[in-house]
């Protein structure tokens, strides 16, 4: 089992940045992909970025050049540097960390992108 906490949502203008942290406890043997997706309301959830256990990376085009993710296995928790933010990138954003086939996933943590 992993348990994951995001933090570091909040409100920003546009053009801001903000840093999203995801915790992770529990055993994280296996983890071999980990992960942002974002969700807003009446839309599917949708990748954000995602990074594998050798750091090869994936974004989506909405987001790259603007995002970057990043991970400290030490401290076992992952980040999301976002910067230049837009308003379309006001979600409630997830992470998520693949272990052994099954999926796990915090809680979220809103962002917000507004003048």
């Known amino acids: 089992q992993v348990q994951l906490v995001e933090s570091g949502g909040g409100l920003v203008q546009p053009g801001g940045s903000l840093r999203l942290s995801c915790a992770a406890s529990?055993?994280?043997?296996?983890?071999?992909?980990m992960g942002w997706y974002r969700q807003t309301p009446g839309k599917q959830r949708e990748m954000v970025t995602v990074?594998?256990?050798?750091?090869?990376?994936t974004y989506a085009d909405s987001v790259a050049g603007r995002f970057t993710i990043s991970r400290d296995a030490a401290k076992k928790t992952m980040y999301l540097q976002m910067n230049s933010l837009k308003p379309e990138d006001t979600a409630v954003y997830y992470c998520?960390?693949?272990?052994?086939?099954?999926?796990?996933w915090g809680n979220g943590t809103l962002v917000m992108v507004w003048s």
């Open positions: 990074i594998t256990s050798s750091d090869s990376t």
């Open positions: 529990g055993s994280i043997l296996g983890i071999n992909v």
């Open positions: 998520n960390v693949q272990k052994f086939g099954d999926d796990y």
